[in-house]
C-alpha cells in the first residue's frame, strides 16, 4: 500500500496527523500530485488551517481542473473564509462538471439561504429536487424556505411527511416544532419539546425554542428557566442570552437582569459577539455611561475590538444617548470606509451625523444605501429627514401625510350591535395575551407591554375577524394611493403584499410610543381598540403624531411634527412604514389598547 492510499485510511480513520506526515513525504516526491493536494487541503481544513487548505486546493485545480469534488470542498473553505461569491461560483462550477453530484446543490442553497437570497436559493432547490424528489436534506431545504416565505402550512407538511418517514428522528421533529410555532400553534409545538426532553434530548437549540414557545403563551418562568438552561449547555449562545434578559427585564426582575452575559463573558472573556450584545442592552435600558465604560474596557484588554463596524457603531450610540453628539458622529467615521459595515450600521452613523447638524455628509451616506437597498425603510426615513432639513421638495414626495395617511373604520361582526361591544370583547381577550409588566426593551414605548410572537397567527375568532378586516383596509389603500406609493418607494399594485407582523400594545397612565419606524414592513397600520376619555385629557393627548423623527439635540426643535390624527374606538391608520409616527402622552388612568401590524410586498 503506497503512501496515498495510508493517508486516505488514516483520514477515514480520523488519524489526522498521520495523515498529514504520510501526504507530506508523498508530496516531497510527487509534488504535482494534484490528488495529493487536494488530500492534504482536506487535512488543513480538519486543523483549521483554511487558508493553507485553500491555497492546496486552488493548486490541485490549477493542475487538474475537471474535479468537481475538489471544487465543492474549496467552495466550502471559501465560505468559511468569508468568500460567498467564490463559492457560489465554484458550487456552480462542481454541479456543471457533474449534475448527479447533491453536495454542491446543498452547499449553494445553504450559502444563498445565510445570504438571504431566497430567489437563489428556490432555483436551485428547484433544480436538484427534480433530479432527487425524495432526497430528506433536500425536503428539509424546501420545508425552510417554506418558513422564509411565511408559507407556514407548506413547511408543516413537508416536515410532518419526513416524520412519518423516520419518526424516531428527533431533529424532523423539532424542526417541525418550530414551524408549527411560527405559524402561531405555539401549544402544539410546546406538547412535542416536551416529548423530546421526556425522551433524553438534551440540547441548548431545543430548550431555548420550548423557551420561546413558553414566552409566546405568556408562561414566562418556565421560559425563564428553559433559557437559562440553554445558557448553562452554551454560555456563548447570544439570542438565548438576549431573549432571557429581554423576559427578565418585561416582567420587572431587575435584580437578576443581564447577569447571565456577565457570567457568561467571564468565562469566555474574547466573544466578541457575548461583549456587544451585552454592550446593546445596556444602551437600550438607557445605562449609556456603563456600556462606554465597559467598551473603553474592551478596547484596552482586546485592542483588535476597536476596529470592528459593531464596536463604533455601538459607542456611537452610547456617546449620543449620553449626550456627545459630535463624538458620536466622529467616532462612527470610520464605517464610512469599512466593508463590513452593514447598512444598519451605515444608518446609525448617518443619525449621528443628522444629530451634530451634519445633514450633508447623512445624505451622502444615505442616497447609496437607498439606491442599493430600497426596502431600507429605516434608511429612507433618515434620508427623508435630511431633504426635510435642506427644503428638498423631495421630501413632499415622500411623505405626503394628507394623501399617504388614512382612515378607515372597522365594521363590527355579526351578532355584534356595534363596533364598541366588538371592541370591548377584544379587549378582554387581548389583556389576556400581555404577560409583561414592562415594555419591552428594544422598543419604543414607555409606560406600556407589547404581546410577543405574531398576533395575526391567533385562531381566535376575534383576531381573525381583523384580520380579514385589516386585508381589506391594506388592499383598498394601496390601490387607492398607488401612484403616490410607487412614486415614493416603488409598490406596485395592490396584490403584491403581504402581512410581515403583527402585535398589540397597551399603554398605561403617562404612556406613549417614542417616534419610530417600522423596517420590516412597507405600509403600516394601527387600530384603536380601547381608550381613555381623550377629550377630557384635552390638547391632543393620545393622539398620533406623524412626521416627527426620533432624535436627539438642538436639531428636534427644526422638525416638530407635521400631522396629528385623533384616536377613535374600532378606526384603522395606515400610512407607509418610512413615515415617522409615534403618540402623544396621556393624563388618564384607563388603558390605552391597539394593535399593529405591518405588510410589506411579497419577494
Given at each position: 500500500?503506497?503512501?496515498?492510499?495510508?493517508a486516505?485510511?488514516?483520514?477515514q480513520?480520523?488519524d489526522?496527523?498521520?495523515?498529514?506526515?504520510?501526504?507530506?513525504v508523498?508530496?516531497?516526491?510527487?509534488?504535482?500530485?494534484?490528488?495529493?493536494?487536494?488530500?492534504?487541503?482536506?487535512v488543513?481544513?480538519?486543523?483549521?488551517?483554511?487558508?493553507?487548505?485553500?491555497?492546496l486546493?486552488?493548486?490541485?485545480l490549477?493542475?487538474?481542473?475537471?474535479?468537481?469534488h475538489?471544487?465543492?470542498n474549496?467552495?466550502?473553505?471559501?465560505?468559511?473564509?468569508?468568500n460567498?461569491?467564490?463559492?457560489l461560483?465554484?458550487?456552480?462550477?462542481?454541479i456543471?462538471?457533474?449534475?448527479?453530484?447533491l453536495d454542491?446543490?446543498l452547499?449553494?442553497?445553504?450559502a444563498?439561504?445565510e445570504?438571504d437570497?431566497?430567489?437563489?436559493a428556490?432555483?436551485?432547490?428547484?433544480?436538484?429536487?427534480q433530479?432527487?424528489?425524495s432526497?430528506?436534506?433536500?425536503?428539509?431545504y424546501?420545508?425552510?424556505?417554506?418558513?422564509?416565505?411565511?408559507?407556514?402550512?407548506d413547511?408543516i407538511?413537508?416536515y410532518?411527511?419526513?416524520?412519518?418517514?423516520?419518526?424516531s428522528?428527533?431533529?424532523?421533529?423539532?424542526?417541525?416544532a418550530?414551524?408549527l410555532?411560527?405559524?402561531?400553534k405555539?401549544?402544539?409545538?410546546?406538547?412535542?419539546?416536551?416529548?423530546?426532553m421526556?425522551?433524553?434530548?438534551s440540547?441548548?437549540?431545543?430548550?431555548h425554542?420550548?423557551?420561546?414557545?413558553?414566552a409566546?403563551?405568556?408562561?414566562?418562568?418556565?421560559a425563564?428557566?428553559?433559557?437559562q438552561?440553554?445558557?448553562?449547555?452554551?454560555?456563548?449562545?447570544?439570542p438565548?442570552h438576549?431573549?432571557?434578559?429581554?423576559?427578565?427585564?418585561?416582567?420587572g426582575?431587575?435584580?437578576?437582569?443581564?447577569?447571565s452575559?456577565?457570567?457568561?463573558m467571564?468565562?469566555?472573556?474574547?466573544?466578541?459577539a457575548?461583549?456587544?450584545?451585552?454592550?446593546?442592552?445596556?444602551?437600550?435600558?438607557?445605562?449609556?455611561?456603563?456600556?462606554?465604560?465597559?467598551?473603553?474596557?474592551l478596547g484596552r484588554?482586546?485592542?483588535?475590538?476597536n476596529?470592528?463596524a459593531?464596536?463604533?457603531?455601538?459607542s456611537g450610540?452610547?456617546?449620543s444617548?449620553?449626550?456627545?453628539?459630535?463624538?458620536?458622529?466622529d467616532?462612527?467615521?470610520?464605517l464610512?470606509?469599512q466593508?463590513?459595515a452593514?447598512?444598519?450600521?451605515?444608518?446609525?452613523?448617518?443619525?449621528?451625523l443628522?444629530?451634530?447638524?451634519?445633514?450633508?455628509?447623512?445624505?451622502?451616506i444615505l442616497?447609496?444605501?437607498?439606491?442599493?437597498?430600497?426596502?431600507?425603510?429605516?434608511?429612507?426615513a433618515?434620508?427623508?429627514?435630511?431633504?426635510r432639513l435642506?427644503?428638498n421638495?423631495?421630501?413632499?414626495?415622500?411623505?405626503n401625510?394628507?394623501?399617504?395617511?388614512?382612515?378607515?373604520?372597522?365594521?363590527?361582526?355579526?351578532?355584534?350591535?356595534?363596533?364598541?361591544a366588538?371592541?370591548?370583547e377584544l379587549?378582554?381577550?387581548?389583556l389576556?395575551?400581555?404577560?409583561?409588566?414592562?415594555e419591552p426593551?428594544?422598543?419604543?414605548l414607555?409606560?406600556?407591554?407589547?404581546?410577543?410572537g405574531?398576533?395575526?397567527?391567533?385562531s381566535?375568532?376575534?383576531?381573525?375577524?381583523?384580520q380579514?378586516?385589516?386585508?381589506r383596509?391594506?388592499?383598498?389603500?394601496?390601490?387607492?394611493?398607488a401612484?403616490?406609493?410607487?412614486?415614493?418607494?416603488?409598490?406596485?399594485?395592490?396584490?403584491?403584499?403581504?402581512?410581515?407582523?403583527?402585535w398589540?400594545?397597551?399603554?398605561?397612565?403617562?404612556?406613549?410610543?417614542?417616534?419610530?419606524?417600522?423596517?420590516m414592513?412597507?405600509?403600516?397600520?394601527?387600530?384603536?381598540?380601547?381608550l381613555?376619555d381623550?377629550d377630557a385629557c384635552?390638547?391632543?393627548?393620545?393622539?398620533l403624531?406623524?412626521?416627527?423623527?426620533?432624535?436627539s439635540?438642538?436639531?428636534?426643535?427644526?422638525?416638530?411634527?407635521?400631522r396629528?390624527?385623533k384616536?377613535?374606538r374600532?378606526?384603522?391608520v395606515?400610512?407607509p412604514?418610512?413615515?415617522?409616527?409615534?403618540?402623544?402622552?396621556?393624563?388618564?388612568?384607563?388603558?390605552?389598547?391597539?394593535?399593529?401590524?405591518?405588510?410589506?410586498?411579497?419577494?
Open positions: 500500500m503506497n503512501n496515498l492510499d495510508q486516505i485510511r488514516k483520514i480513520s480520523g489526522i496527523a498521520s495523515a498529514q506526515q504520510l501526504l507530506e508523498h508530496l516531497k516526491s510527487s509534488p504535482s500530485d494534484f490528488n495529493a493536494l487536494q488530500l492534504l487541503g482536506l488543513k481544513v480538519r486543523q483549521g488551517e483554511l487558508q493553507a487548505a485553500q491555497a486546493m486552488q493548486k490541485s490549477a493542475i487538474h481542473g475537471k474535479q468537481p475538489v471544487m465543492n474549496l467552495a466550502s473553505c471559501e465560505r468559511q473564509l468569508g460567498s461569491p467564490s463559492a461560483s465554484l458550487f456552480r462550477q462542481a456543471a462538471l457533474k449534475p448527479d453530484y454542491p446543490y452547499g449553494f442553497i445553504n444563498t439561504m445570504a437570497d431566497l430567489p437563489a428556490d432555483a436551485m432547490l428547484h433544480q436538484a429536487l433530479r432527487w424528489p432526497e430528506a436534506r433536500l425536503l428539509q424546501k420545508a425552510r424556505l417554506a418558513q422564509e416565505h411565511e408559507q407556514y402550512t413547511a407538511a413537508i410532518r411527511s419526513l416524520v412519518l418517514r423516520n419518526p428522528s428527533a431533529s424532523y421533529r423539532h424542526n417541525l418550530i414551524a410555532r411560527l405559524s402561531g405555539s401549544r402544539d409545538a410546546l406538547a412535542i419539546y416536551q416529548q423530546l421526556n425522551e433524553g434530548t440540547s441548548f437549540q431545543l430548550f425554542n420550548a423557551a420561546n414557545a413558553h409566546d403563551c405568556a408562561e414566562n418562568g418556565e425563564i428557566e428553559l433559557y438552561a440553554a445558557i448553562k449547555l452554551n454560555p456563548t449562545y447570544v438565548a438576549k431573549n432571557l434578559n429581554d423576559l427578565l427585564w418585561e416582567t426582575n431587575r435584580e437578576e437582569f443581564l447577569a452575559y456577565r457570567a457568561a467571564q468565562q469566555h472573556p474574547s466573544d466578541t457575548l461583549h456587544f450584545s451585552y454592550v446593546d442592552a445596556l444602551i437600550c435600558v438607557s445605562l449609556f455611561d456603563e456600556a462606554l465604560a465597559h467598551l473603553n474596557q484588554s482586546h485592542p483588535h475590538f476596529e470592528e459593531e464596536y463604533l457603531s455601538l450610540r452610547a456617546l444617548g449620553r449626550g456627545d453628539l459630535q463624538g458620536a458622529a467616532i462612527q467615521q470610520p464610512a470606509r466593508q463590513s452593514t447598512p444598519q450600521q451605515l444608518t446609525a452613523y448617518a443619525r449621528s443628522i444629530e451634530a447638524e451634519r445633514g450633508a455628509e447623512a445624505a451622502e442616497e447609496p444605501l437607498v439606491s442599493r437597498y430600497p426596502d431600507d425603510q429605516m434608511a429612507l433618515y434620508l427623508g429627514t435630511c431633504w435642506n427644503g421638495k423631495k421630501y413632499d414626495r415622500l411623505n401625510y394628507g394623501e399617504m395617511v388614512r382612515e378607515f373604520m372597522l365594521e363590527p361582526p355579526a351578532g355584534y350591535a356595534s363596533i364598541e366588538f371592541c370591548s379587549e378582554s381577550y387581548l389576556t395575551l400581555h404577560g409583561g409588566e414592562h426593551i428594544d422598543q419604543t414607555v409606560n406600556g407591554s407589547q404581546t410577543r405574531n398576533l395575526f397567527n391567533d381566535n375568532l376575534l383576531i381573525r375577524h381583523v380579514g378586516q385589516a386585508n383596509s391594506i388592499s383598498q389603500y394601496v390601490e387607492e394611493t401612484p403616490l406609493l410607487e412614486s415614493a418607494i416603488g409598490f406596485r399594485g395592490a396584490r403584491e403584499w403581504q402581512f410581515s407582523g403583527s398589540s400594545v397597551v399603554l398605561r397612565e403617562q404612556g406613549y410610543h417614542a417616534s419610530h419606524i417600522h423596517p414592513g412597507w405600509v403600516s397600520a394601527v387600530l384603536y381598540v380601547s381613555p381623550l384635552g390638547s391632543q393627548q393620545g393622539w403624531k406623524l412626521g416627527q423623527p426620533n432624535l439635540g438642538p436639531i428636534t426643535e427644526r422638525l416638530p411634527p407635521r396629528h390624527v384616536p377613535q374600532g378606526k384603522l395606515i400610512f412604514s418610512y413615515m415617522w409616527h409615534g403618540t402623544e402622552p396621556f393624563d388618564a388612568q384607563a388603558r390605552r389598547i391597539t394593535i399593529a401590524f405591518d405588510a410589506r410586498r411579497t419577494r
